[in-house]
């Protein structure tokens, strides 16, 4: 039987767009939030930057605003978490806690041939093999040496200490408590860390010229990382539990068996599946990484990134003007039986995996004089599953077993034709939780392990609750007709 605990966990969310702050109780439910956006900056094409002053005065903010929204007592509060953007970079002044650079977002390429020039070294598997990532500007590392080839002197400044480096959870915790720390999962996501012996790897850093005495120190996901500055919330409140938000969506569905998977459906797609307690070394141009750490027990995982997904469907509403709201791409998408031979390939800004294709740029093939708007919006929704099941196959395929249920969360599982495709595409139910903020979720239960606020995984795994599932319906005949066709829509976009 279940007992309730009173009192709150405290999640703060820091994502790409906006930061926000989410109050739940025992029972995982809601009871407060407040959400700010911040400032995007392009300075030249290809490049992505935040404020990190911004950044931490609007995680404040909101923290503050959810808390006041509640009604509650600080007191009240037993814990914090922290979930983030992954791999953004931000180096500050040790003593003046002064940001040296505006922060590097993940979506910057300005590193790429720093990559290239490691890729032409022949180093690539020394990296994957270290940390199960791809040499990529996608990640922390590279960023960071791009900051120490273009900022004078700094690089001696790292070297004397008198610097600081971290993702933004690490600017986050330092700005709250002090410390300069970060966990297991964000740390796995830096080109530095070697995730099979848990510390930043030495033989790298030195591939890089990145001083280790600039890096956090490395905790579990689980864990005891300071206590919040009492002029914050007006007391001192731990904060126990820090995840990036892929991997705290993972945990937020409660997947704790392996086999068990994900997909969260935005902008992109971010599909990661539950490896167990060693790593599974992709052989389909996945990503091996770090799902969390609770105690001495590492719990892995496969990642899959789709660069486009719901974007797709904000360019046929913004700049083809096929949509009046991204709502109606559902009503005309069920207007139509199928597509009537029409595929599209939204590879905008080229093609993650299991392509990994940066200069595959996107097409529509299959036109028909009978080709209408419905179909091409339908095609565009389709190839959302697509890519997800592009995914999914590679992932089955490196652990051996098929993935028999996916659970989804993000903004596109609203579609309901959309995620009755990727049921069928995929030949597995699909599952939404009634709980939607499932990422500030995860980091709560991580946090709420750490002080007792649940007991354990059994206590968790109680909370999560199926608002919706999507059963396989298409024959396996049809599904294997339509993905072969899919996939010669790829080689033809690859090709051209």
């Not at 049809?478 to 033809?492: D, Q």
Request: some cysteine; glycine content about 8%; charged content about 20%.
């Amino acid at each position: 039987m279940k007992t309730e605990k009173s009192g709150y966990i405290l999640s703060l969310d820091q994502g790409t767009t906006s930061s926000r702050a989410i109050l739940f109780d025992h029972s995982g439910r809601i009871v407060s939030s407040s959400q700010r956006d911040f400032s995007q900056y392009y300075p030249e094409p290809g490049w992505v930057e935040h404020d990190a002053v911004e950044i931490w005065d609007s995680q404040l903010a909101v923290a503050r605003e959810a808390i006041a929204a509640a009604s509650i007592d600080p007191a009240e509060i037993v814990s914090i978490g922290i979930t983030n953007q992954r791999e953004t970079v931000v180096v500050w002044d040790k003593d003046s806690g002064k940001p040296v650079y505006k922060a590097i977002v993940w979506q910057c390429r300005r590193s790429n041939q720093i990559c290239e020039e490691l890729i032409d070294a022949g180093l690539e598997e020394e990296f994957r093999s270290r940390t199960g990532l791809r040499l990529d500007p996608y990640f922390s590392g590279t960023k960071l040496c791009w900051l120490f080839r273009e900022i004078p002197g700094l690089k001696a400044l790292a070297e004397n200490g008198e610097i600081l480096f971290g993702t933004i959870d690490s600017w986050l915790l330092w700005k709250l408590t002090g410390n300069h720390v970060t966990d297991v999962t964000n740390a796995s996501r830096t080109l530095l860390f070697n995730i099979k012996e848990q510390k930043w790897d030495p033989v790298l850093l030195s591939i890089l010229g990145i001083p280790v005495q600039v890096l956090p120190k490395v905790l579990a996901s689980s864990d005891d990382f300071g206590y919040t500055d009492q002029k914050y919330f007006g007391r001192e409140i731990p904060i126990q539990g820090v995840a990036g938000d892929q991997q705290a969506a993972l945990f937020g569905h409660t997947c704790f068996e392996p086999g068990m998977a994900k997909n969260t459906y935005g902008t992109g797609c971010f599909t990661l599946l539950n490896t167990g307690s060693a790593p599974v070394w992709s052989k389909n141009n996945l990503l091996t990484t770090i799902a969390w750490k609770i105690g001495n027990q590492t719990t892995y995982a496969l990642e899959g990134s789709v660069f486009i997904a719901g974007a797709v469907i904000q360019w046929l509403r913004d700049e083809v003007h096929l949509l009046s709201s991204a709502a109606e791409s559902e009503q005309l998408a069920k207007s139509v039986s199928d597509t009537n031979g029409v595929f599209l390939v939204p590879a905008f800004v080229g093609l993650g995996a299991p392509y990994w294709d940066p200069d595959a740029r996107g097409s529509i093939m299959g036109l028909s004089r009978g080709s209408g708007r419905a179909h091409i919006v339908r095609a565009a929704l389709e190839s959302i599953a697509y890519q997800s099941e592009d995914l999914l196959s590679s992932m089955s395929a490196d652990c051996g077993h098929k993935i028999e249920v996916l659970k989804a969360d993000g903004g596109a599982t609203a579609n309901q034709f959309l995620m009755q495709f990727q049921a069928d595409i995929s030949g597995v139910p699909v599952l939404l939780p009634e709980i939607a903020e499932i990422t500030a979720l995860g980091v709560a239960y991580l946090a709420g392990l750490k002080c007792g606020f649940w007991e354990s995984l059994e206590d968790i795994s109680r909370n999560w609750q199926i608002k919706c599932r999507y059963e396989p319906s298409m024959k396996l005949e049809e599904r294997e007709k339509r993905i072969t066709l899919w996939h010669k829509a790829i080689y033809a976009t690859r090709e051209y």
